[in-house]
């Protein structure tokens, strides 16, 4: 476990930040398993996007996931974050979470928008929303900032306009498009956005857009000039074979260790093999009683906790040691 201890990220952690031209390193996540382990790897900002429809759900577009899905998916994030630390940082979680506003949630109008932005903090416990779109919701970001929400801008690439778009398409390519970027830029800045997303943009345009306007942007497909990235955790980790992108560069191939794991877990239990006695009940051994990353309490077989042989830090989650053959 790499040692990200740190006090908690906030607004004007970010903002300082950018004035120190320190990089922000964001990821999205949508379950506690991934938010424990992305905030013990040192990220700053968990985005529970909703991109969840397409890489959870499976739907071909972000535009059918609900109010409830965010709600429920930035709730499951915020307690996997609160227990990262519980065994090695003290306690806590030091990543800050956003909560995506879904389509629909926020374009009727600012009434609806400031009351279901109020439920991804109230409810989902996020500490921070972000939305899609330029300044035609400059209104809407004022009043969600002056109510004390933190908004977090997304323009260029917006994924809940894609029927709009013709398509996922980079944005900002001729100078009418990139003046219009521009301007929402300012615009989303001047209305108190303390970052925006610049998705899918020539590199050169999110680069001035990054020198022009006070608070923080976050790329994705949007080159280094930003003063930081994202990308969809299950791109990063390589979970789907036959999405590859331009922008999105893989540091694991999930999609294969994945299924190798679960191969030799379909051979073993076919063959008999699993489980064997170390991973058994026997009436003798006294249950050993242990807290879970969540804090409820679980016995596990044997006496001793299972440590995890390659881990460098305090393992206090169980991992289960495969059994040798
Ligand atoms: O929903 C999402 O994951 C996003 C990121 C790609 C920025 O909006």
Known sequence: MSAQAGP????????????????I??????????????????????????????VVEGRDNTLPVTMDQMVYH?????????????????????????????FMSYQV??????RNAGRLIKEGRAEAIKLEGGAEYSELVHRLVSIGIPV??????????????????????????????KNDARALSDAGCYSIVLEGMPSDLAT?????????????????????????????????????????KRYDNLAVRVRTAIEQYVT??????FPDED????????????????GSVRATAGGQPERDPDASGAACIPIPIRPKK
């Open 74 to 102: 930035c709730q499951s994030v915020v307690r996997g974050r609160d227990a990262s630390s519980t065994n090695a940082f003290g306690s806590g979680g030091r990543a800050q979470i956003v909560g995506d506003m879904p």
């Open 208 to 248: 001035e857009i990054t020198k022009d306007i006070d608070c923080p942007t976050i790329g994705i497909g949007a080159g280094v000039g930003c003063d930081g990235q994202v990308l969809v955790i299950y791109d990063l980790l390589g979970m789907n074979e036959s999405f590859r992108p331009k922008f999105v």
């Open 8 to 23: 908690k990220v906030t607004v004007q952690t970010l903002a300082q930040m950018k004035r120190d031209h320190r990089k």
């Open 152 to 181: 977090m801008g997304h323009i260029g690439l917006t994924p809940q306009s894609v029927h709009q778009m013709g398509g996922f398409k980079v944005q900002g390519r001729d100078a009418s498009q990139a003046q219009r970027l």
């Open 268 to 273: 073993e239990v076919r063959g008999g093999q």
């Open 25 to 54: 390193a964001m990821v999205t996540a949508y379950d506690a398993s991934f938010a424990r382990l992305v905030d013990q790897a040192g990220i700053d900002i968990i985005l529970v996007g909703d991109s969840v429809g397409m």
């Open 279 to 294: 991973h058994s009940f026997s009436k003798d051994a006294p249950a050993h009683k242990m807290t879970t990353p969540y």
């Open 109 to 114: 109008s600012v009434e609806e928008g400031i």
